[in-house]
């Protein structure tokens, strides 16, 4: 298995300023990727952290609002941008295409707790 | 459209008896899926998976059965413990490459002393 470390665990923020979550991991790992849960909603892929390139992002979500970096193959970070209330959420990290046996496992970090004011 | 979908936000059940959790999903493309559990203030953690090619796959007092005619899986714990308590989600991908995960809603269960 991977040991994620995210920080910080949880964050209150004024609206309109921006947030920094970092995701590190014990070992090399090949995808990375950042989710959010809003309240009593599902996870959702925000993008896909790329090594030395730029993220891969999904639909609904843009660069300029949660810019990603990944300098390695054991950090990333997401920034959350401008942020309003409605960003209000809990960030995730996840790392994926880990073989255990016949399995794919993806692992997940404790995630951030963020609220907007 | 959500393509994977938990209909039952809760769940609850007696300590020692079985829980099952329900999943479906829409996209035909999945062929692997997982279940994670989830405590407050935790990150989820994974519990089980199951490819396509399989009906069933058990781990312990979990399994995991897949109906593909049906687009339906459902997870068994057998006997239901209370630090069972978590919500459990879903979660489907293709290519069983552990990428992209699209999750359900989560069930919150809630196992009774």
């Known amino acids: 298995s991977a040991v994620i470390s995210q920080k910080p665990s949880r964050d209150i923020c004024q609206r309109g300023t921006s947030l920094t979550i970092q995701c590190q991991v014990d070992?090399?790992?090949?995808?990375m990727f950042w989710y959010r849960q809003q309240p009593g909603q599902s996870l959702t892929l925000i993008a896909t952290?790329?090594?030395?390139?730029?993220?891969?992002?999904e639909s609904g979500f843009v660069i300029d609002k949660f810019p990603i970096s990944r300098p390695n193959l054991t950090f990333s970070t997401l920034t959350v941008s401008n942020m309003s209330p409605e960003d209000s959420s809990i960030y995730l990290c996840s790392v994926g295409g880990i073989r255990v046996g016949a399995k794919n496992i993806q692992y997940f970090g404790a995630g951030t707790r963020l609220s907007v004011l | 459209d959500q393509q994977v979908k938990q209909n039952s936000p809760s769940l609850s059940v007696q300590e020692g008896r079985i829980s099952i959790l329900n999943c479906d999903y829409t996209?035909?493309?999945?062929?692997?899926f997982l279940w994670y559990k989830k405590y407050p203030a935790e990150g989820p953690t994974f519990l089980i998976s199951i490819s396509s090619i399989k009906d069933k796959n058990e781990d312990g007092r979990f399994t995991v059965f897949l109906n593909k005619s049906a687009k339906h899986l459902s997870l068994h714990i057998v006997p239901s413990q209370p630090g069972d308590s978590a919500v459990y989600f879903c979660a489907a991908t293709t290519s069983g490459s552990a990428r992209q995960l699209t999750f359900g809603s989560g069930t919150q269960l809630t196992v009774l002393p």
């Open positions: 952290a790329n090594q030395g390139s730029e993220a891969t992002y």
């Open positions: 070992s090399q790992v090949t995808m």
């Open positions: 996209n035909s493309m999945f062929d692997y």
